[in-house]
């Protein structure tokens, strides 16, 4: 059982370039979340979809796009990225408003 | 806005010696408070819910309590193996999906 499961585990971009963060569950989860993770601030929650066919934004959505593929799936992309993004992003799902949240490893992301 | 604000950020203990870390909170309307633990180049793995004032949880050493104000999770005689960081969390009534609140966190070094 994979639980969460992110790629890249590790990426550096140019600013500017684009790149798509994906994730996939295989818990059945109705639930999904994207979360960062930097020094001194926590985590910050991105987007989410609290089912298949809905998103919504979080907390500091700019500059970011998601897409809920399918129930499993759930995809971040930066258009355009910039320093100010780097940072360690999360995955995470839920069976559906329970708080108790399903983390994925984690993917660390540098923009030079 | 919700706010959650843990104490203190970094803690060394020796093995054995029992402490408590603070997590105090303000929310419009908690529908939950939550702790996480998350270790080294991880994501968040979650420990407990706690849903109104006087409700207790306990796992092995870890023991969270609540109030109207905050949480305390006290650790009794720790192992080595309970150095990790804390991550507290609160969900506010009106949120949909399991939008959460994470405080930075207590950085928690058992020293044997």
């Known amino acids: 059982n994979a639980g969460v499961t992110q790629t890249p585990k590790f990426q550096v971009l140019k600013t500017g370039q684009s790149m798509t963060l994906q994730c996939a569950q295989d818990m059945n989860h109705n639930s999904m979340y994207w979360y960062r993770q930097d020094p001194g601030m926590g985590l910050r929650l991105i987007y989410y979809?609290?089912?298949?066919?809905?998103?919504d934004k979080g907390e500091v959505p700019n500059g970011y796009n998601v897409s809920r593929l399918n129930k499993r799936e759930f995809s971040l992309r930066l258009e355009s990225a910039a320093p100010s993004q780097t940072s360690v992003y999360f995955c995470a799902s839920d069976p559906g408003n329970t708080g108790e949240l399903f983390f994925g490893e984690g993917s660390r992301l540098t923009v030079l | 806005e919700d706010q959650v604000t843990q104490s203190p950020e970094a803690l060394r203990l020796q093995e054995g010696e029992s402490s408590s870390l603070n997590c105090s909170y303000t929310?419009?309307?908690?529908?939950?408070l939550f702790w996480y633990r998350q270790d080294p180049g991880k994501g968040p793995e979650f420990l407990f819910t706690l849903y109104s004032a006087g409700e207790e949880k306990e796992k092995e050493r870890l023991k969270a309590t609540l109030t109207k104000k905050e949480s305390f999770l006290h650790i009794t005689a720790p192992k080595p193996e309970d150095s990790a960081t804390y991550l507290c969390a609160v969900q506010a009534e009106e949120t949909s999906g399991s939008r959460l609140t994470f405080g930075e966190g207590t950085q928690l070094t058992v020293n044997p």
């Open positions: 929310v419009s309307g908690l529908r939950g």
């Open positions: 979809s609290a089912s298949e066919g809905t998103t």
